[in-house]
Nanobody, 116 residues
């Protein structure tokens, strides 16, 4: 049984930082590409950042480049999203995702709210 457990969301003021974590179990984590998506109210889910299985390549949505950093620790079966200089438009539910071939797994989501 694959399980993805996210943590680290919360309320933060504009300009602040948060670090999201996603711990995986029931899967050979190191063989999966991993990514973070987000979904704001009334909007479609969008890709925020992705990282390859070995961590050698990353890509980011233009809206978060230079502010967010995706990383992973295959020894801990965990992926991260460091979010700096947060803006109100970053407010959304953030989801972690594992994918390989036709297999895709999602976390339950963690709320990030950026507000003064």
């Amino acid at each position: 049984q694959v399980r993805l457990v996210e943590s680290g969301g919360g309320l933060v003021q504009p300009g602040g930082s948060l670090r999201l974590s996603c711990a995986a179990s029931g899967v050979t984590f190191s063989t999966y590409a991993t990514s973070w998506y987000r979904q704001a109210p009334g909007k479609e889910r969008e890709l925020v950042a992705a990282i390859t299985s070995a961590g050698g390549n990353t890509n980011y949505a233009d809206s978060v480049k230079g502010r967010f950093t995706i990383s992973r620790d295959n020894a801990k079966n965990t992926m991260y999203l460091q979010m700096n200089n947060l803006k109100p438009e970053d407010t959304a539910v953030y989801y972690c995702n594992l994918s390989r071939d036709s297999r895709r797994y999602w976390g339950q989501g963690t709320q990030v709210t950026v507000s003064s």
